[in-house]
Nanobody, 127 residues
Framework: QVQLVESGGGLVQPGGSLRLSCAPS????????TAWFRQSPGKDREFVAA????????RYAESLKGRFTISRDSAKNTVYLQMNTLKPEDTAVYSC????????????????????WGQGTQVTVSS
């Protein structure tokens, strides 16, 4: 089990932007697949976006396409989630997840395929 650390969350006005970061604790993880999920109290965990380190193949939740962008930086050993035009309904705890497997796009949205998880970072969108 590898611990992932998220950062970049906070309070932002509707229409604003945030960039979240995900990095492993004490080791590299520039292999396999890394994803972002989010969850609000009383709601099920929701897939946000995922990226394969090899080739940079991505998948997004259809409802978030165009506003959110996932990317990776091998030199910094970090995966990012750029969130633009934020809405109150985007308020949630955002968690990073990873697996050493090169997931096919059809499996990227399923949290059960990920072995390593971060504790999450709170994103609050409110006026």
């Amino acid at each position: 089990q590898v611990q992932l650390v998220e950062s970049g969350g906070g309070l932002v006005q509707p229409g604003g932007s945030l960039r979240l970061s995900c990095a492993p604790s004490g080791r590299t993880f520039t292999r396999g697949t890394t994803a972002w999920f989010r969850q609000s109290p009383g709601k099920d965990r929701e897939f946000v976006a995922a990226i394969r380190w090899n080739g940079g193949i991505t998948r997004y939740a259809e409802s978030l396409k165009g506003r959110f962008t996932i990317s990776r930086d091998s030199a910094k050993n970090t995966v990012y989630l750029q969130m633009n035009t934020l809405k109150p309904e985007d308020t949630a705890v955002y968690s990073c997840a990873a697996t050493s497997n090169n997931l096919i796009t059809g499996n990227m949205a399923n949290p059960r395929f990920y072995n390593d998880w971060g504790q999450g970072t709170q994103v609050t969108v409110s006026s």
